[in-house]
DNA sequence: CCGATTCAAGCTATGCGGCT
DNA sequence: AGCCGCATAGCTTGAATCGG
């Protein structure tokens, strides 16, 4: 079954987590709610009436997705705070309070509640239009705030730049114990980086490359998240290691196929003891791609999960920018690090 | 007259059944 | 399937009623 908003945990997180398109989507569906505790509310009623629905459909709703919606923030209120939304509803709406001023307890949706709703409900046609609003407005924020392209949205967050730089000193030991410890061979580069690339998230080069619709001449590594890069990094450190210690063991250089095999050895214990950052990079990867890059991991689909608030932050939000402004930002750094 | 008790309203939560 | 109508229990609350 293809996955969509109406049946999809992840894919309706996705959205909801998304804290930056949320006022641009406040203001593309258009449907006031009245502002309490700092959230826009809106009754169980005045769903009913947007999206020309039977208070029992919702409360089913409510029920099979209890969780969910306690996520995106539906609450009964009661008490108190009850009193002081009526109170707020009798300033600002009479026509409101007149229907709720004696209830003993109320529930009130947020703004991403009433979405949350919204991707559930699979008859309602006005549903069905919020949500096609919804994947648009998600677009367009998204490719505004990419710069019109995703490709490099892995560059736009703060911790990329330090973990280039590492991913970057160890790349060239890992080339440098190949070329030093294993005999002359044309492929014995590429075999090997692909072989860390499998072990890590289970696709080759070409794969990744094809997934990303990158071009053949473009740099595979540019396109890593942070996460990815310092897996891969340490990876390849501790492979690089691995070679040394073999080749001086034997007093020679070791053959293609005896580096695949040493590889093999070091991915079975690799696997074990790097199996968190390594799932925490499958997981990222796969997560982050389909979201930001609309590319999906076929190999990775179990690891999908959803997007946290601070990755839309950092990727898309205010601290997130491209890597040339970032690089002009931190340009003293850069020359201290040149002058070393 | 006033606090306590009771009552009515109207929500939530849930089940059942019928319709498409 | 998914949606909706009806019925019912349980709750909170303000209004009405009662008793000293």
Known sequence: MKKDLTNSVV????????NIAMPELYKAIGYKGLKFESKFRFTKN??????????????????????????????????????????????????????????????????????????LLTGSERAKQVRSQILDIIIDVLNHKAGGHT????????????????E???????TDAIDHFIEKNDFKYAQLT?????????????????????????????????EILRVVSDYENAFAKELERESKKKERKLTLSEAHHLFNDFAVRAEDMMEASIEDARSKMASRDLVFRDALHEKLENYITEISLND???????????LEKRLEQNKDVFKRLKNR
């Open 46 to 119: 005045q769903l009913e009436y947007f999206y020309e629905i039977d208070s029992r459909t919702i409360e089913r709703l409510l029920v099979a997705h209890e969780d969910e919606f306690s996520k995106s923030g539906y609450e009964v209120l009661t008490g108190e705070r009850l009193r002081d939304f009526k109170k707020l509803i009798q300033e600002e709406d009479s026509n409101l309070y007149n229907n709720i001023n004696t209830v003993p307890s109320l529930g009130v949706f947020t703004f991403k509640a009433l979405l949350n709703v919204g991707m």
């Open 312 to 322: 839309f932050n950092n990727f898309l939000g205010e601290q997130s920018m491209t």
């Open 194 to 226: 692909d072989k860390v690339y499998k072990s890590i998230f289970k696709e080759d080069a070409n794969e990744y490359k094809k997934i990303l619709k990158l071009k053949a001449n473009e740099s595979i590594r540019s396109t890593f998240y942070t």
């Open 168 to 174: 970057f000193i160890f790349r060239q030991k890992f």
């Open 11 to 18: 894919e309706r997180r996705n959205i909801l987590n998304n």
């Open 151 to 166: 490709k490099f949205i892995n560059q736009r967050e703060e911790a990329y730049i330090p973990a280039a730089l590492d």
